[in-house]
């Protein structure tokens, strides 16, 4: 079995900056992409940014030159460095990650439990 746990969240100032992490634990042979979405009251949830294992990267553009994906892929985890927030990236963040099991070699996509952040204007 595999958990992302998450972290970060919190109550911002628009115009300041939050850092979020996501760490993969379990039987993890390897991870391929890992992303980040957002699900804001009333919306469909969105994916803000994702990164391969190789480093390739994408965002959506409302967040573009703003948000920043990095991962560590010796500790399994994803970040995403979020600048000059807005009261419209107020939403839950949720990671995932589509993970290859050690045990079986079965890849299966997870999902964090979700992490609330708010900025206010």
């Known amino acids: 079995q595999v958990q992302l746990v998450e972290s970060g969240g919190g109550l911002v100032q628009a115009g300041g900056s939050l850092r979020l992490s996501c760490a993969a634990y379990?039987?993890?042979?390897?991870?391929?992409?890992m992303g980040w979405y957002r699900q804001a009251p009333g919306k469909q949830r969105e994916l803000v940014a994702a990164i391969t294992s190789g480093g390739d990267t994408n965002y959506v553009d409302s967040v573009k030159g703003r948000f920043t994906v990095s991962r560590d892929n010796a500790k399994n985890t994803v970040y995403l460095q979020m600048n000059s927030l807005q009261p419209e990236d107020t939403a839950v963040y949720y990671c995932n990650a589509e993970v290859i099991s050690a045990i079986d070699f079965i890849g299966l996509a997870y999902w964090g439990q979700g992490t609330q952040v708010t900025v206010s204007s």
């Open positions: 379990g039987s993890i042979l390897r991870i391929n992409t």
